[in-house]
Nanobody, 114 residues
Framework: QVQLVESGGGLVQPGGSLRLSCAASGSIFSMYFMGWYRQAPGKQRELVATITNGGYGNYADSVKGRFTISRDNAKNTVYLQMNSLKPEDTAVYYC????????WGQGTQVTVSS
């Protein structure tokens, strides 16, 4: 059973940056496309960014040019560098495969507020 553990969230002012990490247990991590998702209060979970097992990233229009997804297959870890953060980026951020087939982790809270 692959487990996902997200970290790196916090409170940041608009325009600030955060780097999220997601560590996955299990040796088959490198086989999967991975994604970062987020869920804001009262809203459905949405896909933010995806990355192929070869490292090619794709982004939702709302974060394109501000967020960068990357992965380190040797460390079974996927990252999300978030720059120029906006209040509307406030959400709990999760990682999972893309499409999502694993049990969701606890997520990491990102709050963008002055």
């Amino acid at each position: 059973q692959v487990q996902l553990v997200e970290s790196g969230g916090g409170l940041v002012q608009p325009g600030g940056s955060l780097r999220l990490s997601c560590a996955a247990s299990g040796s088959i991590f490198s086989m999967y496309f991975m994604g970062w998702y987020r869920q804001a209060p009262g809203k459905q979970r949405e896909l933010v960014a995806t990355i192929t097992n070869g490292g090619y990233g794709n982004y939702a229009d709302s974060v394109k040019g501000r967020f960068t997804i990357s992965r380190d297959n040797a460390k079974n870890t996927v990252y999300l560098q978030m720059n120029s953060l906006k209040p509307e980026d406030t959400a709990v951020y999760y990682c999972n495969t893309h499409p999502s087939i694993l049990i969701w982790g606890q997520g990491t809270q990102v709050t963008v507020s002055s």
